[in-house]
T-cell receptor
Framework: GAVVSQHPSWVICKSGTSVKIECRSL??????MFWYRQFPKQSLMLMAT?????????EQGVEKDKFLINHASLTLSTLTVTSAHPEDSSFYIC?????????????FGPGTRLTVL | AQSVTQLDSHVSVSEGTPVLLRCNYS??????LFWYVQHPNKGLQLLLK??????LVKGINGFEAEFKKSETSFHLTKPSAHMSDAAEYFC?????????????FGQGTTLQVKP
């Protein structure tokens, strides 16, 4: 299967700081990137969808000014949590998708665990 | 609108006994359905998928699931549980019509396997 990497795998930061999470699709070109958030003992919730070179589309209830998504290339997307607060502590998972692929070949990154103190 | 409901948040079985994880879905379209497994601190792994072909789907590690349109169900089963099966399992449905790559996840079922 395809290789997807996320960096960092875990991060602890102080409240009010910003954190950048990188997601790379190492062996295919991701025209679309999905970012999910998973709170402890809960399911994955889609946060936003970004297409390469375009602005991201955010799901209802997700603040676009707080969660900045950059999808400047077909192999790299970043999620920046700005002015992080303890309630932003979560597991963030990226899912790159090559348009035209079957959904059954959708891949997921290993996730980034963010803890905001 | 599409939705998926996993009927059990937690299932506990003994090693060597059958596993049943229940999932019901709702979709206005002909959905594709999946089961993913998530081991602690690991990424999601696809167990199996249904995409309008055979209704009985066989996946990896001895898991299988049956798509029952009349019951809007897609339950996951395994004849004999292994300790290594202990993990979080997600039933997933495609969002909307067409192939957009967007998925809707169920709430998850934690499978505990006792020795």
């Amino acid at each position: 299967g395809a290789v997807v990497s996320q960096h960092p795998s875990w991060v602890i930061c102080k409240s009010g700081t910003s954190v950048k999470i990188e997601c790379r699709s190492l062996d295919f070109q991701a025209t679309t990137m999905f970012w999910y958030r998973q709170f402890p003992k809960q399911s994955l919730m889609l946060m936003a969808t970004s297409n390469e070179g375009s602005k991201a589309t955010y799901e209802q209830g997700v603040e676009k000014d707080k969660f900045l998504i950059n999808h400047a290339s077909l192999t790299l997307s970043t999620l920046t949590v700005t002015s992080a607060h303890p309630e932003d502590s979560s597991f963030y998972i990226c899912s790159p998708w090559e348009g035209g692929r079957d959904t059954d070949t959708q891949y997921f990154g290993p996730g980034t665990r963010l803890t905001v103190l | 609108a599409q939705s998926v409901t996993q009927l059990d948040s937690h299932v506990s079985v003994s090693e060597g006994t059958p596993v049943l994880l229940r999932c019901n879905y709702s979709s206005s379209y002909s959905p594709s359905l999946f089961w993913y497994v998530q081991h602690p601190n690991k990424g999601l792994q696809l167990l199996l998928k249904y995409t309008s072909a055979a209704t009985l789907v066989k996946g990896i590690n001895g898991f299988e699931a049956e798509f029952k349109k009349s019951e809007t169900s897609f339950h996951l089963t395994k004849p004999s549980a292994h300790m290594s099966d202990a993990a979080e399992y997600f039933c997933v449905v495609t969002h909307g019509s067409g192939n957009t790559g967007k998925l809707i996840f169920g709430q998850g079922t934690t499978l505990q396997v006792k020795p």
